[in-house]
Every structure is written in structure tokens, then in C-alpha cells.
Nanobody
């Protein structure tokens, strides 16, 4: 079983950058594809980015392409989300998730495990 803990959220001005981390416990981290989702106030949780177990394949929602980069370090049991050129509409609670599969997934139901979330606030 893998447990997930996010960190790195905070308050940043528009145009700034943040790097989120998702630390996973358990020795089977490399067997899980991983993803980031976010939920803004009053909105449903939405897909942001995903990465395959090997790290070779990634997916992004259109609104973050070219600004966000997902990556993972299996030796450190950690996944990252580098967020650049942040916009106020990126404000949300960001969740990391894991699925017991080698390929990426973009739907919430495809993920088995979730972290508690970290708040990202982008001021204008």
C-alpha cells in the first residue's frame, strides 16, 4: 500500500512559480502511475497532469500545457509538479493520486490512492 503526502503549496503572485512534491511511502511506488488533480472553490475536481510508472509518458490538461511539468524520481519515491507562469485561475487545492497501472490516466475513477491536498493561491 502506498500513502501520499503533498507539499510545496503556498501563495504566489501571477507569473510566479511553485513546485509541488508528492512523497509516497511504500516500496512499490515505481509500480504506480501518478497524477495531479486540482479543485478550485465551488468547482469539481479536475485533471491536471499524469505520468506513467517509468516517467517516459506524460499527459496534461490543455490549460497547463507549456507552463506545468510533471516528473518523478522513483529512487526518492517522489513525484513533482513544476508550475510556471502561474495564473489566478490556477488557484486550487492540488491533490496527488496513484493508480496501480503502468500507463497514465486522466479520470479520477482510475486512481486508487489520494493525498490530502495542498493549497495553491495565485494573486493577481
Amino acid at each position: 500500500q502506498v500513502q501520499l503526502v503533498e507539499s510545496g503549496g503556498g501563495l504566489v503572485q501571477a507569473g510566479g512559480s511553485l513546485r509541488l512534491s508528492c512523497a509516497a511511502s511504500g516500496r512499490t511506488f515505481s509500480r504506480y502511475a501518478m497524477g495531479w488533480f486540482r479543485q478550485a472553490p465551488g468547482k469539481e475536481r479536475e485533471f491536471v497532469a499524469a505520468i506513467s510508472w517509468s516517467g517516459r509518458n506524460t499527459d496534461y490538461t490543455d490549460s497547463v500545457k507549456g507552463r506545468f511539468t510533471i516528473s518523478r524520481d522513483n529512487a526518492k519515491n517522489t513525484m513533482y509538479l513544476q508550475m510556471n507562469s502561474l495564473k489566478p485561475e490556477d488557484t486550487a487545492v492540488y491533490y496527488c493520486a496513484a493508480r496501480a497501472a503502468i500507463i497514465t490516466g486522466t479520470q479520477q475513477y482510475e486512481y486508487d490512492l489520494w493525498g490530502q491536498g495542498t493549497q495553491v493561491t495565485v494573486s493577481s
